[in-house]
């Protein structure tokens, strides 16, 4: 249970009384992260799909699942996308970016990529709500999920922080490589079970899409310890906004 309050209490605002703060009750916590995005993606997508089938429109009910992720995070994940953007797009050694990231305000690389991404996963969820509440509402969990994923897989050994202080200092390099598999395959495996609800066509395209936005979420990761020296809570950020807009965007693509 350590773990699972541990999951809840970092990546979402839902009540989880964290009990202990250490490195194992990281790893726990983030093998579990999965768990509090599949809360996250059932409340987005049950709300979206409730507007949808009153009569709202594909397009707001886009915009509500889009927003829901963000109110229980509290923009968390949004504003380290926004930071992680001005660190990267700073073109400043990795100290002087870092310093940036960590000041309040947000610049002009922030802005822009925190306007494309979520124009990006609205657009995206309102083309697949026309095609039916069911499969937008479906996006929306996967999407969530599959981003709780990827920061299962940026916590993994080997992964180093680049501040020794921190949520990103907690977390990194405390997942082995055997334990992020096999929650990744049981992530895959709900994928394509989900999927297979609509379709045996759908249970593979979605299979695809979770693993585009792995795919899509390691490349930023590589690149933000490459520039950074390592991970921070901003890049935790940044990779699971990543992910979950890389997993609607892949959903878009050659639907039935």
């Known amino acids: 249970m350590d773990g699972i309050r541990f999951a809840f209490g970092t990546l979402t605002v839902l009540p989880a009384r964290v009990t202990r703060w250490d490195r194992d009750a990281a790893r726990s916590g983030m093998l579990w992260a999965p768990l509090p995005g599949l809360v996250v993606g059932l409340l987005a997508g049950a709300l979206g799909g409730a507007f949808l089938l009153v009569g709202a429109g594909p397009l707001l009910a886009a915009v509500v699942s889009a927003a829901v ?33 960590k000041q309040s305000d947000i610049g002009p690389f922030g802005v822009i990529t925190l306007l494309f991404v979520l124009f990006a996963q609205v657009a995206a969820l309102a083309a697949l ?41 907690m977390v ?44 899509a979420a390691a490349l930023l990761l590589r690149r933000c310890v490459a520039r950074f020296g390592g991970v921070t809570g901003d890049v935790f950020g940044a990779v699971e906004e990543t992910a979950a807009t890389a997993a609607l965007v892949a959903l878009t693509l050659a639907r039935p």
């Open 69 to 101: 992720p963000a109110l229980l995070t509290r923009g968390l994940h949004l504003d380290g996308l926004a930071d992680t953007a001005d660190g990267l797009g700073s073109g400043k050694p990795a100290e002087d970016a870092l310093r940036i990231m």
């Open 129 to 169: 709500y026309a095609d039916g509440w069911a499969r937008g509402a479906l996006a929306a969990v996967l999407a969530a999920v599959v981003a709780r994923l990827a920061l299962t897989h940026a916590s993994r050994t080997g992964v180093p922080a680049a501040r020794p202080e921190g949520l990103g200092a």
């Open 172 to 215: 990194a390099g405390t997942v082995p490589a055997g334990p992020a598999a096999a929650v990744t395959g049981a992530v895959l495996a709900g994928c394509a079970a989900a999927g297979a609800q609509l379709s045996p066509y759908d249970a593979l395209r979605h299979v695809l899409a979770a693993a585009a936005a792995l795919v």
